[in-house]
């Protein structure tokens, strides 16, 4: 809750006769070029304890010459299996879903973001319209058409997710899985956005459903922090196919626009604080 092409040779390590990726980094983009955003996620067994890392990546360079940063520090969870056989099974489960999800194998590492030297320790505030849009039973489909044709399916995707971000100067913050975050200076844009995108995609048979929000964050260089995203994914959580539901906040900023909304009730988004009245797009 995203495809480029970031293979890099994998390190491996023998446990009895079969050998395992000591890491296991995934990107998602189709895309070999500098500067993009993905998520990366580790997988390492050692002996019954399986252990995960994951979280936002952003990619400079190309080829060998390529490097990779996570954008915030990691999340990370320890799984302990209790015998080797099951922390086998575990690590193989988990590493299958990733590539189900059409993540891709990396090696090398992933280093801490960069900081420049001049960079002071505050972080800079900013204010902007937040967009989370994802791909409604996406496993479902990729299952259905095989792993050839949904990659193309994707690589359309994303195409005309970014087409539509350039044409009204949305902002890609990083990709999830089937799912693109990005950032509007405009309420209006992000809505206006939002709905460009979900016609866009329905010509490919997808459906997909967006939240919108529009909160504070701070930014240092490639950083982003705020609990305004969190938020932004958790409404895009409670949408169906096809909707796109903005909160009260944005809402707010747009009584003049001329753009319809509904109530669409009050909502408990998961681990956010208080409960969200949510309106869903009537256009």
């Known amino acids: 809750m995203t495809t480029f092409c970031v293979r890099q040779a994998q390190t491996v390590f023998s446990i009895g006769r079969t050998h395992m990726p000591n890491f296991l980094r995934i990107g998602i983009h189709q895309s070999n070029v500098s500067g993009y955003t993905s998520k990366a996620w580790c997988v390492r067994r050692v002996g019954s304890a399986v252990f995960l890392k994951w979280g936002a990546v952003e990619v400079h360079g190309a080829g060998a010459g390529r490097k990779v940063y996570w954008t915030l520090p990691p999340r990370v969870k320890t799984v302990r299996c209790g015998t080797e056989l099951r922390a086998k099974d575990y690590a193989k489960a988990a590493i299958a879903r990733r590539r189900n999800h059409r993540y891709e194998p990396l090696t090398g590492s992933i280093a801490s973001r960069r900081r420049s030297a001049g960079r002071g320790a505050e972080l800079e505030r900013a204010l902007a319209t937040i967009l989370f849009v994802d791909i409604v039973r996406s496993t479902e489909k990729a299952a259905k058409l095989g792993d050839a044709r949904?990659?193309?399916?994707?690589?359309?995707?994303?195409?005309?997710?970014?087409?539509?971000?350039?044409?009204?100067?949305?902002?890609?913050?990083?990709?999830?899985?089937?799912?693109?975050?990005?950032?509007?200076?405009?309420?209006?844009?992000?809505?206006?956005?939002?709905?460009a995108i979900r016609e866009a995609v329905r010509t490919l048979g997808l459906e997909i459903r967006v939240g919108l929000h529009a909160g504070e964050y701070k930014v240092s260089g490639g950083e982003v922090v705020g609990l305004a995203f969190h938020i932004g994914a958790r409404v895009a959580a409670k949408a169906r196919a096809g909707e796109v539901l903005v909160s009260s906040a944005v809402k707010d900023l747009m009584s003049q626009s001329g753009i319809r909304f509904r109530d669409h009730g009050v909502h408990q988004l998961k681990g956010v604080p208080e409960r969200w009245r949510l309106y869903r797009v009537e256009h």
Do not use: I
């Open 150 to 195: 949904w990659t193309q399916v994707m690589g359309h995707y994303y195409a005309a997710v970014r087409k539509e971000l350039k044409a009204l100067r949305g902002k890609e913050v990083v990709t999830t899985g089937d799912g693109l975050l990005a950032t509007f200076k405009a309420p209006a844009a992000g809505v206006n956005c939002a709905t």
